[in-house]
């Protein structure tokens, strides 16, 4: 069981960056894989990024691979999202995640967060 809490978002111009950041609670936060996913008005919810138990395999998804990067740090039970050049078509609610299965299908993660808004403007 775990608990998720996203913060983050926030309203930038194109090519401006921000870091998003999950807060989990519970006592087994380092046994769950961790993955973030975006979802925009109209749309399904997409993938963006998962990493790990430890955190030493990652994988992005091609439309943000080299601006975004995932990270997780086990001791403090948190996940981030790095994104850099951030455009127009990134605006999204963005997702955290919990599974236990390393996967890219939003149906295979166990527990989600609320979501934080991320709006880029051109």
């Known amino acids: 069981q775990v608990q998720l809490v996203e913060s983050g978002g926030g309203l930038v111009q194109a090519g401006d960056s921000l870091r998003l950041s999950c807060a989990a609670s519970?006592?087994?936060?380092?046994?769950?894989?961790m993955a973030w996913f975006r979802q925009a008005p109209g749309k399904e919810r997409e993938f963006v990024a998962r990493i790990n138990r430890g955190g030493d395999v990652k994988s992005h998804a091609d439309s943000v691979k080299g601006r975004f990067s995932i990270s997780r740090d086990n001791a403090k039970s948190t996940v981030s999202l790095q994104m850099n050049s951030l455009r127009p078509e990134d605006t999204a609610v963005y997702y955290c995640a919990a599974g236990s299965t390393l996967t890219r299908s939003p149906d295979e993660y166990d527990y989600w967060g609320q979501g934080t808004q991320v709006t880029v403007s051109s």
């Open positions: 519970g006592r087994t936060f380092s046994s769950y894989h």
